[in-house]
């Protein structure tokens, strides 16, 4: 699998090299969560008063659904098919991904996708503004002319994914190097492995209803039309039994990253891997089988509320085993603080917090005064941007000496992640607050008892912006001029023993820390 040494663009267009293509991937995500962070910023500038102060409400509205996607299938999934891309063939011992010409198309479908979404905005009739989660009627029946663009753009986007995990799987089962079994692979390459499953099994799904929404808009089919015998409801069960595995398919990645980082930063090997390793496997089951808790208040029979309800509180036992794990791995460990273990341990301590908030929107009797509150806002965040966002970052400092041969500013890091994780929880936590008390989502103004708690909120959002440019200067700065980290030296000890270092910090190899005696 010979990869020419092309030039300029023509690299780039039609590199076959996994390694390219997980840089493209990586690069692609951030532009897109920079895009889902200014949509963001907007909203939580119109929140920061009561009242309407810069926007008119239908566009507050566009802005709340094309922050949703894009942050959901624009940055987040494709940043960790881009580490999937960088790390899974050289931690399995692979040449390259199995397919690596499809490898090519499932990226570049991707910017095309995101071009068509992100140009609704500019079209007559405006962005989509029926939420992320595009909710029958609202998307079909009384939704804008460009809801077109949206559908299509959605199809590419599932494309592009069921193609990446034939790839990953394909490569997982086929490529590993010998003596490198199922039971030995890294935690990354196992959650990875399992997201993919996850992934094909659902994108049919999401693909099924945007297809049926595409006929109630243009065919004068009645899925989702009551007038017409559908039922609405019947768009919240298959969009949500895509949408609840969807969850996972973001956060088991990020469980695979902090599995390297954490023992790694502890100097000890990861407490309980088969553990960990049919933990993922169980909470990827689970995740199919739970999708109605989205549904509390459409009015399903008791027992129905009743087994959704107890199946959630059962997906926290998987979870709470793993961060058992976490912090047993920690436990006596030879801990330093170096950037990607800061962002670990957020990860554990903000990941925690919103399974909690999780468990609690699973009691069906209490969901009432939740459901639709920005308490949901709240929980969601916590596991979105403390998990799978931190769990990205955290990635980035960690294996970037290894992808670019050079040391990213420690100090600066560091700096970075106080700033982040400070201006995080100023956002999001007040956001309880709001949700108990009776505030409301998705809505542009909101009442005079709610506006301090907001105000605060939307400070916090914009420390939390800044902080991800910050991010960005750190990444190009080490890209463009950071410290060499030098070739592994090997010399003789003084009884003759061989010593290996890297330097610095020996964390951007791929060597499981040796077995504590």
């Known amino acids: 699998m010979a990869h020419g040494p092309a030039k300029g663009i023509g690299r780039w267009l039609f590199t076959t090299n996994h390694k390219d293509i997980g840089t493209l991937y990586l690069w692609f995500s951030f532009a897109m969560f920079l895009l889902g962070g200014f949509f963001a910023?907007?909203?939580?500038?119109?929140?920061?008063?009561?009242?309407?102060?810069?926007?008119?409400?239908?566009f507050f509205n566009q802005m709340t659904t094309m922050h949703g996607l894009v942050m959901?299938?624009?940055?987040?999934?494709?940043?960790f098919v881009g580490l999937a891309n960088w790390l899974i063939p050289m931690m399995i011992g692979a040449p390259d991904m199995a397919l690596p010409r499809?490898?090519?198309?499932?990226?570049?479908?991707?910017?095309?996708?995101?071009?068509?979404?992100?140009?609704?905005l500019f079209m007559e009739g405006g962005a989509p503004n029926f939420g992320w989660t595009f909710y029958a009627p609202l998307s079909t029946t009384y939704a804008p002319s460009t809801v077109n663009y949206f559908i299509f753009g959605v199809h590419i986007m599932g494309a592009s994914s069921i193609m990446g995990s034939i790839n990953i799987i394909a490569t997982v089962l086929n490529m590993r190097a010998p003596g490198m079994t199922l039971m030995k692979m890294p935690m990354f390459v196992w959650t990875w492995l399992i997201t993919a499953f996850l992934l094909i099994a659902v994108m049919p799904v999401l693909a099924g209803a945007v297809t049926m929404m595409l006929m109630d808009v243009n065919f004068g089919t009645s899925f989702f039309d009551a007038a017409g015998g559908g039922d609405p409801v019947l768009f919240q069960h298959v969009f949500w039994f895509f949408g609840h595995p969807e969850v996972y398919i973001i956060i088991l990645p990020a469980f695979g990253v902090i599995s390297h980082i954490i023992p790694t930063f502890s100097r000890k090997p990861l407490f309980g891997y088969s553990s960990m390793v049919y933990a993922t496997a169980s909470i990827a089951f689970l995740s199919f089988i739970v999708w109605a808790h989205h549904m509390f208040m459409v009015g399903m029979p008791i027992g129905g509320e009743l087994y959704f309800m107890y199946a959630t509180m059962l997906i926290a036992v998987p979870t709470a085993a793993k961060v058992f794990n976490w912090v047993t791995t920690m436990f006596r460990g030879s801990?330093?603080?170096?950037?990607p273990m800061l962002f670990a341990i957020a990860f554990v301590v903000l990941f925690t917090i919103g399974g909690f908030t999780g468990l609690m929107l699973a009691i069906a009797p209490s969901d009432v005064q939740y459901?639709?509150?920005?308490?949901?806002?709240?929980?969601?965040?916590?596991?979105?941007?403390?998990?799978?966002?931190?769990?990205?970052?955290?990635?980035?400092?960690?294996?970037?000496?290894?992808?670019?041969?050079?040391?990213?500013s420690e100090t600066m890091g560091k700096v970075q992640f106080w700033i982040s994780f400070i201006g995080f929880n100023i956002t999001f936590f007040p956001q309880h607050f709001l949700g108990l008390a009776g505030m409301p989502r998705r809505y542009a103004d909101y009442a005079l008892q709610f506006s301090d708690w907001n105000m605060i909120s939307s400070i916090g959002a914009f420390i939390y912006g800044a902080s991800q440019l910050l991010f960005m200067f750190n990444v190009i700065r080490t890209i463009r001029s950071g410290?060499?980290?030098?070739?592994?030296?090997?010399?003789?000890?003084?009884?003759?023993?061989?010593?290996?270092?890297?330097t610095p910090a020996p964390y951007h190899t791929f060597a499981t820390p040796p077995e504590v005696k």
Not at 103 to 111: G, R
Request: net charge negative; glycine share 6%.
């Open 335 to 339: 801990i330093s603080y170096e950037t």
């Open 483 to 502: 410290t060499p980290v030098s070739e592994p030296k090997t010399w003789e000890g003084a009884e003759g023993l061989e010593w290996t270092v890297a």
């Open 371 to 408: 459901h639709d509150s920005y308490f949901v806002v709240a929980h969601f965040h916590y596991v979105m941007v403390a998990g799978a966002v931190f769990s990205g970052t955290a990635a980035v400092y960690y294996w970037l000496p290894k992808w670019c041969g050079r040391m990213y």
């Open 72 to 79: 959901v299938f624009g940055a987040i999934m494709p940043a």
């Open 102 to 120: 499809m490898n090519n198309l499932s990226f570049w479908i991707l910017p095309f996708a995101f071009t068509l979404l992100a140009s609704t």
């Open 41 to 58: 910023m907007v909203i939580r500038a119109e929140l920061f008063q009561p009242g309407m102060q810069i926007i008119k409400p239908e």
